[in-house]
T-cell receptor, first 112, second 114 residues
Framework: AQRVTQPEKLLSVFKGAPVELKCNYS??????LFWYVQYSRQRLQLLLR??SRESIKGFTADLNKGETSFHLKKPFAQEEDSAMYYC??????????????FGKGITLSVRP | DGGITQSPKYLFRKEGQNVTLSCEQN?????MYWYRQDPGQGLRLIYY???????QKGDIAEGYSVSREKKESFPLTVTSAQKNPTAFYLC?????????????FGPGTRLLVL
């Protein structure tokens, strides 16, 4: 079974403050981890995936297999980062897992 | 935006009625998915299809049915057996059959019960 846990429902920070959105997972094989974002009145869209090891809009996320975590971080939050963020997991083996499992999401609110 | 479309934007269901939500994609993607989004619940997978004429139940398939007769279309029927249908429904597609890869989402349909 695969599970994604986002322990917080809401994170409110001031502009310029650091942000860390927590994500923990449970999966017996090799996981692929993703962060999706949903801005107000926009579609849910992929923000980043761990295998790309890239920074998108200043956000980074590192897969920590020891702690089974994939926390999303940004050193200086901007107001336009306010959105709902979902962590998601799938299996890596081709054919072994054809679906994404999402966490419950966290609302990030960045105040001016 | 294009790519993947859902209709209608809002849908009202009466007691005992079946309703069908449309999902179409022109991305030539093999795989398509239906999710239900409820406040505080995140996204939960209803059904998914990796290839035409084949589909699998997700985590909350009871009270729903789907078909995949064409690659570009994956309609979802909410049957009268679904006792709590009020929710926001999202359709998605991905290029990679057998692996989820990156999913592209539609704008969603909000279903309300009269």
């Amino acid at each position: 079974a695969q599970r994604v846990t986002q322990p917080e429902k809401l994170l409110s920070v001031f502009k310029g403050a650091p942000v860390e959105l927590k994500c923990n997972y449970s999966y017996s094989g090799s996981p692929e981890l993703f962060w999706y974002v949903q801005y107000s009145r926009q579609r849910l869209q992929l923000l980043l995936r761990h295998i790309s090891r890239e920074s998108i809009k200043g956000f980074t996320a590192d897969l920590n297999k020891g702690e089974t975590s994939f926390h999303l971080k940004k050193p200086f939050a901007q107001e336009e980062d306010s959105a709902m963020y979902y962590c998601a997991l799938s299996g890596r083996r081709t054919g072994a897992n054809s679906k994404l499992t999402f966490g419950k999401g966290i609302t990030l609110s960045v105040r001016p | 935006d294009g790519g993947i479309t859902q209709s209608p934007k809002y849908l009202f269901r009466k007691e005992g009625q079946n309703v069908t939500l449309s999902c179409e994609q022109n991305l030539n993607h093999d795989a398509m998915y239906w999710y239900r989004q409820d406040p505080g619940q995140g996204l939960r997978l209803i059904y998914y299809s990796q290839i035409v004429n084949d589909f699998q139940k997700g985590d909350i398939a009871e009270g729903y049915s789907v078909s995949r007769e064409k690659k570009e279309s994956f309609p979802l029927t909410v049957t009268s057996a679904q006792k709590n249908p009020t929710a926001f429904y999202l359709c998605a597609s991905s290029m990679e059959r057998g692996r989820v890869g990156t999913q592209y989402f539609g704008p969603g349909t909000r279903l309300l019960v009269l």
